[in-house]
């Protein structure tokens, strides 16, 4: 399965049901969103930082948030019973994150925010931010297409994935 097949559903011209429907497709998209999240962690990383430390947390950090957008999404499939939709819906999911990580990933390496000190917004920043808001609406499409809901239950569930996210992983940070 190519990435090229995620381009349409990032830009809110193909949804879920567009993806194919075996779990094949569903792991190489698994894989597509742990692979931009290394790659994310390459870019992001301190420079100080070891090749190996790098590595060992970014192979941590996106295995966990793997983990917690399949469960998450997961546990709104099963409420609805919509759980042969879960392979298009989970491939979506990954495939769109996926790519819109790269974005990130070309955003922070041409136009790096400084989050040790607080600046005034710069450029890269808001580009960050708009990313942000473009993956809300990517997602929450992805969950209103999925389901059948209005565009702000699809974004306020696509939210809620990131919240979840973000709690877990700064807490996750802070064990170790």
Avoid at 24 to 29: D, F, K, N, V
Avoid at 39 to 57: K, N, P, R, Y
């Amino acid at each position: 399965m190519s990435w090229l097949r995620f381009i349409p559903l990032v830009f809110l011209r193909a949804g879920p049901e567009d993806m194919p429907a075996g779990w094949y497709a569903t792991l190489a998209a698994a894989l597509f969103f742990f692979l931009s999240g290394l790659v994310m962690s390459f870019v992001v990383a301190d420079s100080t930082a070891l090749t190996g430390q790098i590595v060992w947390h970014s192979l941590r950090d996106n295995a966990v948030d793997l983990a917690i957008l399949t469960a998450y999404f997961w546990l709104f499939l099963k409420l609805t019973h919509r759980m042969p939709r879960a392979p298009q819906m989970l491939t979506a999911l990954y495939g769109a994150l996926g790519l819109l990580g790269l974005v990130l990933a070309l955003l922070w390496y041409f136009a790096p925010v400084n989050t040790a000190e607080p600046t005034p917004m710069t450029l890269g920043a808001g580009l960050i931010l708009a990313l942000f808001g473009w993956n809300l609406l990517v997602l929450g499409q992805i969950v209103r297409r999925t389901f059948g809901w209005g565009v702000w239950a699809g974004t306020g569930v696509a939210l809620g994935y990131f919240v979840c996210s973000a709690v877990l992983m700064v807490w996750i940070d802070g064990l170790s």
